[in-house]
């Protein structure tokens, strides 16, 4: 009985055995028709994703584009091999507009060029570190003329911005700026509450004649910002209110009028007129808010104030920035029928309207000091006297009795 089912075991085995064969042939077979031949990643990026260029004038554009765009880093195919050093020659290029392009001096901090060799093209990687955000370049002011762009600092400076940016030939120095920015303020005391304290950067600061520089200016104050435009709302309505109160049958006597209603709601901070070394501190008594809506000031927040009221009234009226017995202090200069006079509203508070209403240089020189060269001079016919006489004759004008009381003297 062992032997047939020796002899069946082994049958079987050989069936096993030539079964997996054949399945191992089979296996071999059908895996022969699905490989597929091994192809190596592509060398080179798709067409689609690639930027190219071809020399160093395509290699700064494009150095330019991305740094407008913010772009901090990117690699590039350069094609040529004219170069003997392209590394080199590359980074030449960065460095020249680093130091001498005003957006790129202005925005960037640092050019990095790498090269590396390849068959057929250099590959270039760029990485650029940026000092400024792409808010700041893009709010960059291109100003073709000095009338616009102290348009714009205007504008800047009554929403006491932090900064103000400006792309431009003009050729202007530091110290101009600070002139100009001084200026806007004293000729605009009702829409800037305060002067801002000023710094100006440059870019380049040596540039070739004719080309555009970046003017970085920086506003600094004592007081929050926020505040300082919630007070500019206090200040408009009391300018307009004041205003309103003026009275006069002729520009003189609205004049007039404007003197003593200021006179009338301000007193003369003593105290501080004594501390003030400089024109335009931040010191409410030295603006026209102080004098209007705190009701307290030095002589530069009357000047302020009452150049203030002129503009609402539609007045030519000026600051005089100067010193009275070798202290800082300032004024107005008022034009009126072709001729100028001189009104220090603070010291007609303190010694009386016939001491400094309506006044020439002449009376001015023996106690007060002004730039007379720039300043236009003041030699006006008119006086207090003359606007206020038709008054006085009544007043004094002994035969201008009371009719009513001669009658009730007489006898039926």
């Known amino acids: 009985m062992k032997r047939p089912l020796l002899r069946i075991i082994a049958i079987l ?3 096993t055995a ?6 191992c042939a089979n296996l071999l077979e059908g895996s022969s028709e699905t490989i597929v031949p091994h192809i190596s990643a592509p060398f080179e990026r798709q067409p689609d994703l690639q930027i190219t260029v071809a020399d160093l004038e395509e290699f700064s554009q494009l150095l330019l584009e991305l740094i407008m ?3 901090p880093e990117i690699t590039i195919q350069y094609h040529n ?3 003997e050093d392209l590394q080199a020659e590359l980074r030449h290029v960065s460095n020249e507009i680093l130091e001498n392009h005003p957006i790129v001096m202005y925005s960037v901090a640092n050019i990095a060029v790498t090269v590396t060799r390849f068959v057929t093209y250099f590959e270039v990687d760029i990485e650029i570190e940026f000092k400024r955000t792409l808010e700041q370049v893009s709010s960059v002011v291109t100003a073709s003329s000095q009338r616009y762009m102290m348009v714009q600092l205007l504008e800047f400076m009554s929403r006491y911005e932090e900064e103000a940016v400006f792309l431009t030939s003009l050729q202007l120095e530091k110290e101009e700026i600070i002139n100009l920015i001084v200026g806007i303020y004293y000729q605009n005391p009702r829409r800037i509450v305060m ?4 710094t100006v950067e440059v870019f380049p600061e040596e540039p070739e004649e004719g080309n555009e520089r970046i003017y970085e200016i920086r506003f600094g104050y004592t007081e929050n910002p926020e505040m300082l435009r919630l007070f500019s709302g206090n200040l ?4 307009r209110q004041n205003a309103e109160h003026a009275v006069g049958e002729t520009d003189a006597e609205i004049l007039l009028s404007l003197v003593e209603l200021l006179i009338a709601s301000t007193i003369f901070d003593e105290g501080t007129a004594r501390t003030i070394s ?3 501190p931040q010191n409410f008594a030295a603006t026209a808010f102080g004098a209007l809506v705190r009701g307290s000031a030095v002589g530069e927040g009357f000047a302020m104030a009452f150049k203030a009221l002129c503009d609402e009234l539609r007045f030519d009226c000026r600051v005089v920035l100067g010193f009275l017995d070798d202290r800082v202090h300032a004024w107005n200069l008022i034009a009126l029928d072709g001729h100028y006079y001189h009104i220090d509203v603070a010291m007609c508070s303190v010694d009386g309207l016939e001491s400094a209403f309506f006044k020439t240089d002449e009376d001015f020189e023996e106690n007060y000091t002004w730039d007379r060269e720039n300043t236009q ?3 006006g016919p008119l006086t207090l006297y003359d606007i206020i006489k038709d008054d006085d004759e009544i007043i004094d004008d002994p035969d201008n009795t009371d009719q009513s009381t001669d009658n009730t003297g007489e006898e039926d």
């Open 13 to 15: 085995v050989i069936f």
């Open 18 to 23: 030539a079964g997996t064969v054949s399945a």
């Open 69 to 71: 765009a913010q772009e």
């Open 81 to 83: 091999f004219d170069s």
């Open 195 to 198: 002067l801002p304290f000023v």
């Open 236 to 239: 408009d309505l009391y300018v």
């Open 278 to 280: 400089m024109h335009g």
């Open 377 to 379: 001079r003041a030699n």
